[in-house]
């Protein structure tokens, strides 16, 4: 992999998805996206997961399975995207504008970021319904 490596978190609790509102950079604000971030060098992803929700969410997490394979973004990084349950916390917008547990069926209800939208698919099926 040559581009820089961001990881999120689908954050599920009682088959609900947690979405998270950007506040910046400007040309991102307001669009939705799974909580992460970029992976420091020398650092696992999981861990760089983990860390990037207690920092902008306030939680532990427990990192399950990843969500498919290299999701390209449009800055030429890569996102990779794990399913995860809180393992201690409430989320709390920290580093976001707003945050949002999403039904099933509410999925498509906000503005996700054009990036995130393949991955909402393929977590779409995973969801009970």
């Given at each position: 992999?040559?581009?820089?490596?961001?990881?999120?978190?689908?954050i599920v609790e009682d088959?609900?998805?947690?979405?998270?509102?950007?506040?910046?950079?400007?040309?991102?604000?307001?669009?939705?996206?799974?909580?992460?971030?970029?992976?420091?060098?020398?650092?696992?992803?999981?861990?760089?997961?983990?860390?990037?929700?207690?920092?902008?969410?306030?939680?532990?997490?427990?990192?399950?399975?990843?969500?498919?394979?290299?999701?390209?973004?449009?800055?030429?990084a890569v996102m990779r995207?794990?399913?995860?349950?809180?393992?201690?916390?409430?989320?709390?917008?920290?580093?976001?504008?707003?945050l949002r547990w999403l039904?099933?069926?509410?999925?498509?209800?906000?503005?996700?970021?054009?990036?995130?939208?393949?991955?909402?698919?393929?977590?779409?099926?995973?969801?009970?319904?």
């Amino acid at each position: 992999m040559t581009g820089r490596l961001v990881v999120g978190a689908a954050i599920v609790e009682d088959g609900r998805l947690l979405a998270a509102q950007r506040s910046a950079p400007p040309e991102l604000r307001g669009g939705w996206e799974f909580p992460g971030g970029k992976v420091d060098p020398g650092e696992d992803e999981r861990a760089a997961l983990v860390r990037e929700c207690a920092e902008e969410l306030g939680v532990d997490i427990v990192v399950s399975r990843r969500v498919g394979g290299d999701w390209p973004l449009p800055n030429g990084a890569v996102m990779r995207v794990w399913l995860a349950e809180l393992a201690a916390g409430v989320p709390r917008p920290i580093e976001h504008l707003a945050l949002r547990w999403l039904e099933p069926h509410e999925l498509y209800d906000v503005a996700w970021l054009p990036a995130d939208l393949p991955v909402v698919a393929a977590i779409e099926t995973l969801l009970p319904r």
